[in-house]
DNA sequence: GCAGATCGGTAAAACGATTTACCGATGCCG
DNA sequence: CGGCATCGGTAAATCGTTTTACCGATCTGC
């Protein structure tokens, strides 16, 4: 019942929440029972009695930590950071939607950030990275994102961690078996009959890059295929579109596009060209999305776990929080898997080199 | 155990940055000065040689203000939160990439989290919303968003916002001009032709879906046409798809879709059922999407400024933390725009009812 | 020479939780 | 009855800023 001597102060005060120390208060007891009672303390010996009591006071007054004082005294924020070259690119949001999943069941938030801003070392680096606001990032370098700015943001200790990337050393990361997948792709053109197939590749980042050219030479080499031209598709419509005009009419009649974006674009070069998806070129994407079936022909893709990519980047930073060292993950379950649609079809019978 | 070969205080402590008391320490001054000269306290005099002294300490030592504990001292965090249906959908990031680009540009920073999961009120509500982790909330209403969710929300007194909606009274709200958007659209239409129009809605939220239905009346009404049928469209392709069976064959030769991602799945649809897009059918899609001209037929949409609606949302947000009401606006700038791409053309000369 | 102003700051109390160290009663054992 | 566990907690020091109130000198005017 409410307390009959309750001279000074309300109960709970009128603008604001219930604090630990009301809750201490009305329950009898000092806040340090209630903070480790509600924090599990092992350690704290209480009688049952006491325990029921501190509880119902506790939700009868609807008590909520401050998480805010929690953050200061533990140095420890609860939330991580995810920085992002492009919010609106499917692929990323992809991720992004993984990544706030398992956030979410971790007991953590999810921070948002302009990944070009942060390399830009300005207020938005100081009060993200050095303004303790968050208790370790996830950056997914963008098409510009360079080294001195993982270099800049790793010197100052915070928690970092390369997704959809590939590191060695003091930086972890968690990727995607690239190879696998332009290797796969490229597999699927050869195996249709393809001689000549292109490589529209990324450009940058590097070592992503470099791991899709890897996988379509490999595949080449074992179909024992010479190697076709190999353009810089790039990652947005636009590039895609470009990319097609720079490839010489005729010297490929399959192309494997590193990026889903730039394969959209490339069919519409195609088009523009007076080439036929998939008659006269077929065309193979790295990465699903949702809309790709809808397309007209429907891309054919190999499809990479990018929703996983995203959780289990949480999860390895979250590792990382917890002392471990830096991972060197590749996300390779499930696997990158060939979905075939109807951008793929054998060669022309006359083919493109005559 | 404490360390007995720890001599006191170190400038810079080993671990850890450099804090506002080691600036004052350093430079001679009290902590107050240092605070006050950094955020720029006008109430504050002091000698144009001490302000030199102290910002060159201050850059010296790369300090950087703890935003955790300016937050608990200001009880402001510097951080709003935006809740948001489903993170993958182009059109939700869309507005997402505005809305972080705003509060970036305001100095905030920008939290993501999961409606669905919010509407909950679970524990993910407790910290982020009772938990003073963030100064105000956006919320995205999805397809199964409740008023009784919101009305919880707003019961504990955080600012919040209602975004892409329509809202009266205490709850505030940011939309878009649903109505004019689905008459443009069916204006379209009509101006080619069209005597039979379907409406594929959206089916909830509510407000935004009877807007949208308003205005495929009114064009409809101002061309003299007649009502044509209204099925469920939705929010996904799957939706959309689905949609179109319900659609009666032959009892429409054109259909505005309340959404983008339905319209895609209403053209697959279409296809299957043998009907060619857009000589059988017309479709009009609200809301662009970048791969909207590289769908086959490119898809004729009105275009809405989405990114707009995200930067309007914060800033309106934060005019509602610096005490204004809270906002009713409709983003009507730029105006909803119709693109005609090759979805849209004339109906077939044997007329769909015939 | 003395009452104010003005200058150039300082002291200290918040903000709300966590956590370490310790403490006064009981109970138990010999 | 003395010693010492065990029980059931408590006190108080942080965490790093912000901000209000105030203070001792030094001028200034008369």
């Known amino acids: 019942m409410p307390d009959p001597c309750q001279p000074v102060g309300p109960a709970r005060p009128a603008r604001g929440r219930a604090k630990l120390s009301d809750v201490a208060r009305e329950a ?52 991580l950071g995810m920085a992002v070259h492009d919010t609106s690119n499917p692929v990323y949001s992809e991720i992004l939607a993984g990544a706030q999943a398992e956030a979410s069941a971790a ?21 993200l990275v050095r303004g303790n606001r968050i208790d370790g990032l996830m950056l997914q370098r963008g098409p510009g994102g360079s080294d001195a700015a993982v270099a800049q943001i790793a010197s100052t ?9 590939r590191t060695r050393g003091e930086v972890g990361s968690v990727g995607l078996d690239d190879e696998a997948a332009t290797y796969l792709a490229t597999r699927h053109l050869a195996e249709l009959g393809h001689t000549a197939i292109a490589h529209l590749h990324l450009g940058t980042p590097k070592a992503r890059s470099a791991a899709r050219t890897r996988g379509w030479r490999r595949a080449l080499a074992e179909a024992g295929l010479p190697e076709g031209p190999q353009v810089r598709g790039g990652h947005t419509t636009g590039d895609g579109e470009r990319a097609m ?7 490929a009649t399959g192309a494997v596009v590193s990026n889903v974006l730039a394969a959209v674009g490339a069919m519409s070069g195609a088009r523009a060209q ?55 993950e590749v996300v390779s379950e499930p696997e990158p898997e060939l979905v075939v649609r109807a951008s793929t079809a054998p060669p022309p019978r006359r083919p493109g080199r005559a």
């Open 28 to 79: 009898g007891v000092s806040p340090a029972v209630v903070s480790r009672l509600l924090r599990g303390d092992e350690k704290l010996r209480i009688r049952e009695e006491t325990r029921q009591r501190v509880l119902a006071v506790a939700a009868e007054l609807r008590y909520t930590p401050n998480e805010v004082a929690r953050a200061l005294r533990r140095s420890e924020v609860g939330i």
């Open 107 to 127: 007991g953590y938030a999810l921070l948002l950030a302009d990944a070009d801003e942060l390399a830009r070392t300005g207020r938005t680096f100081e009060r």
């Open 157 to 165: 200790r915070l928690p970092l961690l390369l997704v959809n990337d």
């Open 245 to 251: 005009r720079g490839l010489e009419p005729g010297s």
């Open 274 to 328: 007076g080439l036929r998806v998939p008659d006269d070129l077929s065309i193979v994407a790295v990465h699903d999305v949702f809309f790709a079936p809808h397309l007209t022909p429907p891309l054919t893709v190999v499809r990479m776990p990018l929703r996983e990519l995203g959780r289990r980047s949480v999860a390895a930073l979250l590792r990382q929080l917890g002392g471990d060292r830096p991972p060197h």
